[in-house]
């Protein structure tokens, strides 16, 4: 038995443009990876420590804290509704969206159909299930197929596309017609700025039934936590069922230090609240930089990138950048069809962000 192919790690490939910003006098800044660079707040250090010394093994499901915070998180930010017992800690968010479609039960002659533009997991989890991968823009692809897996992402990497009530609403009677599966990974869901993202699980785009659905959510964005590997996914509480029972043969579990810390973040509005307002700082200086440099941006109406394009090669446009010290990603990470667009981060220090903007 022979492992599937998959594809190259797309950061792998960036090694000479980061080689190349790095020699700028000024310094690299690197835009290129979505991954926070602000501390984790005291509190949330407080709750991971506060429990180190509990030597038993932490439950797959997590704690009745935890799934309470998590449900009360969900209905106080964005209206959704779900019950504590939907709630499922997972490690990270990257984790799940890689063997979720094997831990359905998805599998070869199986069909999993991503966004035409991608975070690269999601084809990655299709391909480690022996699935088919399919990337639409649009689902009158499908004509009378049946998928067994469909992803939304929205607010979308790397195109910072929200989606809105209706399309939602026609995707979720579009899958049930079908049977198939709708998760949508929501791990920006608190970062809209042009846009209010809404998520799958909203009353008013299920009608009050969330068999089917899933959400995945991360606490990497809106807390820093991505070092600690912190996330769930909720929803459909017999799919929720199912992958907890799974997970439990499998030994899938957050540790319970970081169980804690998600704990208290879930709970920390304010904390949240002053994260986005250092993103959104970061982007109102280099958005207005990268269109004075020629460069035009696309969607970008929430989330943590801006997907910019000078309707150029996107590898013109991240050697262009690369030789002023900063690095981006190539569109072409995320598809095909992102052939002329960077996707540029905001999540790099206040200083790099203004090194970066000034270098523009």
Known sequence: MSLPALPDFPWDLLAGQKARASAHPGGIADLSVGTPVDPVPPR??????????LPGYPTTHGTPELREAAAAALLR????????????????????????PRLLGV?????????????????????????????????????????????????????GRVLGIEHLRK?????????????????YLDLGWEAEPVSLLRPDVHGGD???????????????????????????????????GVRKHAGMIVPRPVQEAMTVALAADDLVAE?????????????????????RIDHSEAGLYLWATRDEDARASVDR????????????????SGGRHVRVALTATDERIHAAADRL
Request: hydrophobic share 45%; glycine share 10%.
């Open 321 to 336: 950048l690369a030789d002023r010290g900063i690095l981006v990603a190539p569109g072409t990470y995320y598809g095909p």
């Open 77 to 100: 930010r964005h209206g959704v509704s779900v019950p504590p017992e939907a709630v499922l800690p997972t490690i990270g968010s990257k984790e799940l969206v890689a063997w979720l």
């Open 210 to 244: 969330m068999a089917g659905l899933l959400a995945v959510h991360s606490l990497s964005k809106s807390a820093n936590l991505a070092g600690y590997r912190a996330g769930f996914v909720t929803g459909d509480p017999a799919l929720v069922s199912t992958l907890l």
């Open 171 to 187: 995707v979720v009677d579009w899958a049930r017609e079908r049977g198939t599966i709708v998760v949508s990974d929501e791990c």
């Open 107 to 159: 599998g070869a002659g199986d069909v999993v159909a991503i966004p035409e533009l991608a975070y690269p997991t999601y084809e990655v989890g299709a391909l480690l299930a022996g699935a088919e991968v399919r990337r639409v823009e649009g689902l009158t692809a499908f004509g009378p197929e049946r998928p067994a897996l469909l992803w939304l992402n929205s607010p979308a990497n790397p195109t």
């Open 275 to 295: 994260q986005r307002e250092r993103y959104a700082a970061r982007r109102a200086v280099l958005r207005p930089a990268l269109e004075r440099a020629g460069f």
């Open 44 to 53: 949330i250090r407080e709750a991971l420590a506060s429990v180190a010394e």
